[in-house]
């Protein structure tokens, strides 16, 4: 394990010295809001925050680091489930909130420049008001940067249709542990030029360098959209519907798993104008997408024959754009209203669509073997389950202790169906003891070699994804 130097009062005071007034927060109140993200209730102070305005001062701090040997991890907006913008060593946070801006739209070539701290929800909106598209919208997309999406490999419901955030992003202005500025790639849709270091970059959770800027393809915008809400009895036969719909000819442009709980617990906790039934154990919620209305309302006739063959008892179609609003926020509020109802675990499952049955019905029968509750949704198109697991009444045992056998085997299920330990989440802090369950020791140790290089310190982020 490495050791660290401490930021003792002369040495932070001759590091904030370096930079304007402001850059830092060194106050323990002030720091308290970069303690934690949205992970369980892990909480790690650091010992100070910077927030730079431009990539050279980004570059200062990293030599400044290494040269004392002092952590550092860049931080997005803190809404990550994996524990991987904690400073668990201490250190300095790099907190991108100043860096927001859109650099260039480039209308022609179809891309945009943008900084790390601009949030996701802002871009997609700016861009749209050019008739452009970007579909990598996680269900924090109201707050969380643009940075972190990247650093994490963050996904969201339209990666079904469009493709994984790994198709977006073109290029990337990194800063390496030693304060070296580099692009990693081209302003390219091809890129056969060496080792693609733009792809490895994306999803290091921060292990290797920090984006500083980014260069994101876009697509023309979809002229208008369908939403369906299919109810069924047994949430398995949700699952098994997922891969007869994409069987018979659909790619819906979303397409999602709520567990009848999930939505009775957003009901309880969030003003929804939704009524359940008594019978109805899971949903699907499915947006169709394309050029006209009169094509999507045929498309959308002939799916809901294949679903309600399936077995499905009802279908609803959202008839107003604020009723498709109101499904589409019951989904996304799903997470905070399950973390208002108790205290919880998220893990962030993904298998082969066609698999996604197997796996519901495996994490329920483990959690009656271990005793735990979980409530499950997520991006069923991609096969990406979100896996909550209930405190409620468990003992501390069992809670603290007992439970990790059991989240493990929810991952040894997930990977012997072909899946894998995390969809979009990334491995941070809290999943980064179940990776030999994926990898072999040498998939591991090639990992750790790419780490060294990058950061023979170990100063960037240490101790996400593995020891």
Same mark, same amino acid.
């Given at each position: 394990?490495?050791?660290?130097?401490?930021?003792?009062?002369?040495? %932070?005071?001759?590091?904030?010295?370096?930079? #304007?007034?402001?850059?830092?927060? =060194?106050?323990? !109140? !002030?720091?308290?809001?970069?303690?934690?993200?949205?992970?369980?209730?892990?909480?790690?102070?650091?010992?100070?925050?910077?927030?730079?305005?431009?990539?050279?001062?980004?570059?200062?701090?990293?030599?400044?680091? =290494? %040269?004392?040997?002092?952590?550092?991890?860049?931080?997005?907006?803190?809404?990550?489930?994996?524990?991987?913008?904690?400073?668990?060593?201490?250190?300095?946070? *790099?907190?991108? @909130?100043?860096?927001?801006?859109?650099?260039? %739209?480039? @209308?022609?070539?179809?891309?945009?420049?943008?900084?790390?701290?601009?949030?996701?929800?802002?871009?997609?909106?700016?861009?749209? !008001?050019?008739?452009?598209?970007?579909? +990598?919208?996680?269900?924090?997309?109201?707050?969380?940067?643009?940075?972190?999406?990247?650093?994490?490999?963050?996904?969201?419901?339209?990666?079904?249709?469009?493709?994984? *955030?790994?198709?977006?992003?073109?290029?990337?202005?990194?800063?390496?542990?030693?304060?070296?500025?580099?692009?990693?790639?081209?302003?390219? *849709?091809?890129?056969?030029?060496?080792?693609?270091? $733009?792809?490895?970059?994306?999803?290091?959770?921060?292990?290797?360098?920090?984006?500083?800027?980014?260069?994101?393809?876009?697509?023309?915008?979809?002229? =208008?959209?369908?939403?369906?809400?299919?109810? /069924?009895?047994?949430?398995?036969?949700?699952?098994?519907?997922?891969?007869?719909? /994409?069987?018979?000819?659909? =790619?819906?442009?979303?397409?999602?798993?709520?567990?009848?709980?999930?939505?009775?617990?957003?009901?309880?906790?969030?003003?929804? +104008?939704?009524?359940?039934?008594?019978?109805?154990?899971?949903?699907?919620?499915?947006?169709?997408?394309? #050029?006209?209305?009169? $094509?999507?309302?045929?498309?959308?006739?002939?799916?809901?024959?294949?679903?309600?063959?399936?077995?499905?008892?009802?279908?609803?179609?959202?008839?107003?754009?604020?009723?498709?609003? #109101?499904?589409?926020?019951?989904?996304?509020?799903?997470?905070?209203?399950?973390?208002?109802?108790?205290?919880?675990?998220?893990?962030?499952?993904?298998?082969?669509?066609?698999?996604?049955?197997?796996?519901?019905?495996?994490?329920?029968?483990?959690?009656?073997? /271990?005793?735990?509750?979980?409530?499950?949704?997520?991006?069923?198109?991609?096969?990406?389950?979100?896996?909550?697991?209930?405190?409620?009444?468990?003992?501390? /045992?069992?809670?603290?202790?007992?439970?990790?056998?059991?989240?493990?085997?929810?991952?040894?299920?997930?990977?012997?169906?072909?899946?894998?330990?995390?969809? !979009?989440?990334?491995?941070?802090?809290?999943?980064? @003891?179940?990776?030999?369950?994926?990898?072999?020791?040498?998939?591991?140790?090639?990992?750790?070699?790419?780490?060294?290089?990058?950061?023979?310190?170990?100063?960037?982020?240490?101790?996400?994804?593995?020891?």
């Amino acid at each position: 394990m490495n050791s660290y130097t401490p930021l003792d009062p002369i040495l %932070l005071a001759q590091l904030t010295g370096l930079f #304007s007034k402001g850059s830092f927060k =060194t106050v323990p !109140e !002030e720091l308290q809001k970069y303690a934690h993200d949205e992970t369980e209730d892990l909480v790690f102070l650091p010992e100070a925050v910077f927030i730079p305005d431009n990539t050279d001062d980004v570059s200062r701090l990293l030599s400044w680091c =290494t %040269l004392h040997n002092v952590p550092v991890v860049a931080r997005g907006a803190g809404t990550g489930l994996s524990g991987g913008a904690l400073p668990v060593y201490k250190g300095i946070i *790099i907190s991108f @909130e100043r860096m927001n801006q859109l650099i260039e %739209l480039d @209308e022609r070539n179809q891309q945009a420049t943008v900084q790390p701290g601009m949030i996701t929800e802002v871009f997609m909106k700016l861009v749209e !008001e050019k008739s452009l598209y970007y579909p +990598v919208d996680p269900a924090s997309k109201g707050s969380c940067y643009l940075g972190g999406n990247v650093a994490t490999c963050s996904g969201g419901p339209r990666v079904v249709k469009y493709g994984s *955030i790994r198709e977006y992003v073109l290029n990337l202005e990194v800063v390496l542990a030693d304060g070296s500025v580099i692009w990693t790639g081209a302003n390219t *849709i091809k890129y056969a030029s060496g080792y693609n270091l $733009t792809q490895l970059m994306i999803g290091s959770e921060g292990t290797l360098g920090v984006i500083t800027a980014m260069v994101l393809k876009l697509i023309p915008r979809p002229k =208008t959209n369908i939403l369906l809400l299919a109810a /069924f009895t047994d949430a398995a036969v949700a699952c098994q519907t997922v891969s007869a719909i /994409f069987r018979n000819g659909f =790619t819906p442009s979303a397409l999602e798993f709520m567990e009848r709980e999930a939505v009775d617990w957003v009901l309880e906790h969030e003003l929804f +104008v939704f009524k359940t039934d008594e019978i109805t154990g899971a949903y699907l919620l499915i947006e169709l997408d394309g #050029s006209t209305l009169e $094509t999507l309302q045929i498309e959308s006739e002939r799916l809901a024959e294949v679903i309600y063959a399936a077995g499905s008892h009802d279908i609803m179609l959202a008839d107003t754009a604020a009723q498709k609003e #109101s499904w589409w926020q019951l989904r996304r509020s799903m997470a905070t209203s399950v973390k208002a109802h108790s205290v919880y675990k998220e893990e962030d499952t993904v298998v082969p669509r066609a698999e996604l049955a197997k796996l519901l019905e495996g994490i329920k029968s483990i959690g009656r073997t /271990f005793n735990f509750k979980s409530v499950c949704y997520g991006h069923a198109g991609d096969g990406n389950m979100h896996v909550n697991i209930i405190r409620g009444d468990m003992s501390d /045992f069992d809670w603290n202790i007992r439970l990790k056998e059991g989240i493990k085997e929810i991952f040894a299920l997930t990977v012997s169906l072909g899946g894998t330990l995390s969809g !979009e989440h990334g491995i941070g802090w809290v999943q980064k @003891e179940y990776m030999q369950i994926k990898f072999a020791q040498v998939n591991i140790d090639l990992m750790k070699g790419i780490k060294a290089v990058f950061d023979p310190q170990n100063i960037l982020n240490p101790g996400k994804i593995f020891n």
